[in-house]
């Protein structure tokens, strides 16, 4: 049995002018973004994290973060095909879409990448929503072994989503006051980073009025 394409939302025109109005798509603007997907990889202490918007065809990670990722290997994963993403699943329910086994998950077990042996075991992603509501695509992070979020580090990760998903309609000088909010944090090394409480990490989160 083979990986299936996931149904399209019942909103997806309008989703998709939504997509367009972002202004996100082919655009490399990685440090505006970049400290939620870093701060993702934290929270949930998984080596890789990325942030996407789906259109008709493909999906479009305009950023990525992870420990071995390096410009090359964010060029060759800036975009996927959609039938074949893990993510195009999270534009469906504004509910996050957790996958603590996906050799054992009925819509994932068959990816071609699951079949791998070093293949990905663990995939979350919680949906990017705008203003007007649409899913934009989603905020994610995985691992390559089994992994399960606790409801508090689930609710840390619904803080991080719910305001990214409004970023790209931000006035500029708001996205600019979160780019240098986070510069700081961004510098610390990754031993620092982690022995930072939970509540300090969301801090960096916080949006301005």
């Given amino acids: 049995m083979s990986f299936e394409a996931s149904p399209i939302p019942k909103n997806e025109e ?4 939504a997509v367009e109005k972002t202004g996100v798509l082919d655009i490399v603007n990685e440090e505006i973004y970049n400290v939620y997907c870093h701060l993702s990889r934290q929270i949930t202490k998984c080596p890789d994290s990325w942030a ?3 259109d008709k065809y493909r999906q479009y990670n305009f950023v990525l973060d992870g420990e071995d990722i390096n410009d090359q290997i964010k060029e060759e994963r800036r975009t996927s095909p959609r039938p074949l993403t893990f993510c ?6 504004t509910s996050p879409l957790i996958a603590n086994d996906l050799t054992k998950h009925k819509i994932f077990k068959n990816h071609p990448s699951v079949l791998k042996i070093d293949g990905p075991r663990f995939y979350a992603a919680f949906p990017l929503i705008n203003s007007e509501g649409y899913i934009l695509g989603s905020l994610c992070v995985r691992d390559f072994r089994l992994r399960r979020l606790s409801k508090n580090i689930i609710n840390l990760m619904k803080q991080s989503y719910l305001n990214f998903g409004i970023l790209p309609n931000l006035r500029a000088e ?8 986070a510069a700081p944090f961004l510098k610390l090394s990754d031993t620092i980073q982690k022995l930072m409480p939970l509540s300090l990490l969301l801090s960096f989160l916080i949006l301005p009025i």
């Fill in 14 to 17: 309008s989703r998709l002018l």
């Fill in 52 to 54: 996407n918007v789906i």
């Fill in 88 to 93: 195009q699943y999270a534009l469906n329910s």
């Fill in 174 to 181: 708001s996205m600019i006051w979160i780019a240098l909010r």
